[in-house]
């Protein structure tokens, strides 16, 4: 008898864990997503900063991130996922919903934008402050800050 309060103990613990990971995928998923973009943009920074030779193949793979991150990311956001996962997605998100959708459609049609024009480092640097500067305005007013 105890064994059998004890599986049934352990599948419904089993049961709780795999319902807490499916709410929190979202969440799981936009970070990876968000973290993917980072990691293109810090050489993109560099480049932009002086401190890394202009590469476009670097370029140009950073803004098809941006571009598909752009597409993916605004259905991550469904009012199940305002909490969990450690997110650090701000409450206005949700309030301001369309805004903040409307960041993202900006930021693909400035990155697609940029794509075609960026040809040297000249272009890079005429455009690529426009596709960064709508990542800066969501982090702004929707993400929370780091401590």
Known sequence: MKQIIGFAAAAVLVFTAVGAAADDSPIVERKAIMKGIGDATKPVSGMLKGEA???IAVVQ???????EGAKKLPALYPDNSKTGADTGALPKIW????????????????????????????????NIGKVLGNC??????????KS
Do not use: Q
């Open 53 to 55: 030779a202009f590469d």
């Open 61 to 67: 793979k950073a803004l098809v991130s941006y571009i």
């Open 95 to 126: 309030e301001d919903k369309a805004n903040f959708e409307g960041i993202y459609v900006k930021l693909g049609t400035d990155a697609a934008a940029a794509a075609a024009a960026i040809k040297d480092e000249a272009t890079f640097k005429a």
């Open 136 to 145: 800066k305005a969501c982090h702004d007013d929707y993400r929370a800050k």
